[in-house]
Antibody
Framework: QVQLQESSPGLVQPSATLSLTCAVS?????????WTWVRQPPGKALEWIGD???????NSNPSLMSRVTISVDKSKNQFSLSLTSVTAADTAVYFC?????????WGQGTLVIVSS | DIVMTQSPATLSVSPGERATLSCRAS??????LVWYQQKPGQVPRLLIY???TRATGIPDRFTGSGSGTEFTLSISSLQSEDFAVYYC????????FGQGTRVEIK
C-alpha cells in the first residue's frame, strides 16, 4: 500500500523559497511512475503544480513554471518541491500525490502560510 | 494544456433527490478522468476513476459516465453526508482539475 507524507514547513516569509518534501512508503522510484504536487488555496479549487518521473523528467504548470523545481532523492525515497519568490497568493494546503495503477493516491496535505 | 470546466458551480438539492454534475474537457481525454468528493479540511476522496469505475467502498448511488470530452457524475438519492464539493480531474495530459461543484442542501 502506497503512503505519502508531506513535511510541514508551516510559515514562510514573503519573497523566500518554499521547500517541501514528500516521504514515500510502499513504493520505490523505479518503473513508470510520476510523482506530483498539487495545492489548494483556502476556499479555492485544487491546482496542479507539477510532477517528476522516475527517470527525472519534469512537468510544471505554465502559470508557475519559472518558480517551480521538483526533484527526487532515491536514497531517501522522497521527492521535493521548491517554489521561489513566494507571496501571500502561495498560501495553500500543499499535497503530494501519485498514481497507483489507474487510481490516484494522495498525502494528507500540509498548510503553508506565507506571511511576515 | 487541457482545461476542465464543471457546471453548475453550485447545485441546490433536497435530500433524497437526484443530483447531476457535469464536467467538460477542452479536448478529448478518452476516459482518463476521476471524480472526487471533498469536505472542509479533508483530503479529496476518490469516488470514480476511469470515468465510470467506482472506487473501493463507494456506494452505488454514485455513478460516473462519459468519455472523450463530456462527463457526468450522478448521485441517485442524496444523503446528508453527500453535501460537499465535487471535483473532476483529468490524467490524460499532465493533471488538471475542474473548478468544483458545490452540492448544497435546498
Amino acid at each position: 500500500q502506497v503512503q505519502l507524507q508531506e513535511s510541514s514547513p508551516g510559515l514562510v516569509q514573503p519573497s523566500a523559497t518554499l521547500s517541501l518534501t514528500c516521504a514515500v512508503s510502499g513504493a520505490s522510484f523505479s518503473g513508470d511512475s510520476w510523482w506530483t504536487w498539487v495545492r489548494q488555496p483556502p476556499g479555492k479549487a485544487l491546482e496542479w503544480i507539477g510532477d517528476i518521473h522516475n527517470d527525472g523528467r519534469t512537468n510544471s504548470n505554465p502559470s508557475l513554471m519559472s518558480r517551480v523545481t521538483i526533484s527526487v532523492d532515491k536514497s531517501k525515497n522522497q521527492f521535493s518541491l521548491s517554489l521561489t519568490s513566494v507571496t501571500a497568493a502561495d498560501t495553500a494546503v500543499y499535497f503530494c500525490a501519485t498514481r497507483v495503477g489507474r487510481r490516484p493516491c494522495w498525502g494528507q496535505g500540509t498548510l503553508v502560510i506565507v506571511s511576515s | 494544456d487541457i482545461v476542465m470546466t464543471q457546471s453548475p458551480a453550485t447545485l441546490s438539492v433536497s435530500p433524497g433527490e437526484r443530483a447531476t454534475l457535469s464536467c467538460r474537457a477542452s479536448r478529448s481525454i478518452n476516459n482518463d478522468l476521476v471524480w472526487y468528493q471533498q469536505k472542509p479540511g479533508q483530503v479529496p476522496r476518490l469516488l470514480i476513476y476511469d470515468a465510470s469505475t467506482r472506487a473501493t467502498g463507494i456506494p452505488d448511488r454514485f455513478t460516473g459516465s462519459g468519455s472523450g470530452t463530456e462527463f457526468t457524475l450522478s448521485i441517485s438519492s442524496l444523503q446528508s453526508e453527500d453535501f460537499a464539493v465535487y471535483y473532476c480531474q483529468q490524467f490524460h495530459y499532465w493533471w488538471a482539475f475542474g473548478q468544483g461543484t458545490r452540492v448544497e442542501i435546498k
